[in-house]
C-alpha cells in the first residue's frame, strides 16, 4: 500500500537518480542514450550498418513499425522500475514525454493511443498498469484518442524477463482480444514501458487487426538490446 502512494505524499525525487526537486532530473534525462539510426526501418533496433537487417519482417507480421525513445540502461532503467514495481505513478509524465519526443521525431500518425494491458489478476496486484498511465499521458500530450473499446489480456503469460527468444513469441501469442466496434482500417499506436523483441506489442497488433485496425505501430519508452 505505502508503495503505492510513494508519489502522493512525497516531494518529487528523480526516479534514476534519487535526487530531490524532479520526477527526472536534467543529468539523468542527459544521461539517456537516445536511439541511434540506423535503425531497423520496421522494428526500430539499432543496426550495425545501414545495409544490414536485423531479420524481423518474419516475426513481426501484424506490427508494421516499432519505435522506442532510448537504450534500456543506466538512469532509465532504474525509472522505469521505480515507476512499475515501487509505483512512481508521477513518473508516467515525464517518461511519457520521451515517447511523445520519439513520435514527433519520426512523424508517426494515428487515430488513436491504446496501452498494452496487463492481465486482470495482474493490475489487481500491481493497483494500476504502467502502460495505460503512458497511453494516457501520451495522449495528452499529442491530442489522439482513447480506443471506442477496450484491448483486453485474455490468458495470464508468464513474466517475459529470462524467457528465452523463442519463448518469448509462444508465451504472448493470442494472448490478447479487441472488443469493441469494428475499427475499419483505423490506425492506432500501441504503448507499452519497454521492448525486447516486440512479441507482445505483435500479439497486440494481431488482436488489433483481428478487430479491423489499419496499420498498428508500436512505441515504448525503452529498447533492451538483444
Ligand atoms: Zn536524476
Ligand atoms: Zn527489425
Same mark, same amino acid.
Given at each position: 500500500m505505502f508503495s503505492t502512494l510513494v508519489d502522493l505524499i512525497l516531494p518529487p525525487r528523480c !526516479?534514476?537518480?534519487? +535526487?530531490?526537486?524532479?520526477?527526472?532530473?536534467g543529468i539523468c534525462l542527459r544521461r539517456m542514450r537516445r536511439l541511434e539510426q540506423?535503425?531497423?526501418?520496421?522494428?526500430?533496433a539499432e543496426l550495425e550498418s545501414p545495409r544490414g537487417g536485423c531479420g524481423c519482417r518474419g516475426r513481426l507480421r501484424s506490427l508494421t513499425r516499432l519505435r522506442s525513445a532510448v537504450a534500456y540502461e543506466g538512469p532509465v532503467e532504474s525509472a522505469i522500475q521505480r515507476f512499475k514495481?515501487? !509505483?512512481?505513478?508521477? +513518473?508516467a509524465s515525464p517518461l511519457a514525454a520521451l515517447i511523445a519526443e520519439r513520435v514527433l521525431v519520426e512523424g508517426l500518425a494515428a487515430s488513436m493511443v491504446v496501452a498494452v494491458p496487463l492481465h486482470r489478476d495482474r493490475e489487481r496486484q500491481r493497483g494500476f498498469n504502467q502502460a495505460e498511465l503512458l497511453a494516457h499521458e501520451l495522449r495528452r500530450r499529442t491530442g489522439l484518442r482513447p480506443p471506442p473499446g477496450r484491448l483486453l489480456r485474455i490468458r495470464t503469460t508468464v513474466p517475459?524477463?529470462?524467457?528465452?527468444r523463442l519463448h518469448r513469441w509462444q508465451n504472448v501469442k493470442g494472448a490478447f482480444e479487441w472488443r469493441g466496434?469494428?475499427?475499419?482500417g483505423r490506425s492506432v499506436i500501441v504503448v507499452d514501458d519497454v521492448a525486447t523483441t516486440g512479441a507482445t506489442l505483435e500479439a497486440c497488433a494481431s488482436a488489433l487487426n483481428e478487430g479491423g485496425a489499419g496499420p498498428v505501430i508500436g512505441v515504448t519508452v525503452a529498447r533492451v538490446r538483444i
Open positions: !526516479g534514476g537518480c534519487h +535526487l530531490a526537486g524532479s520526477w527526472l532530473c540506423p535503425l531497423c526501418r520496421r522494428c526500430g514495481y515501487q !509505483g512512481w505513478r508521477r +513518473l517475459q524477463v529470462g524467457n528465452d466496434p469494428q475499427l475499419s
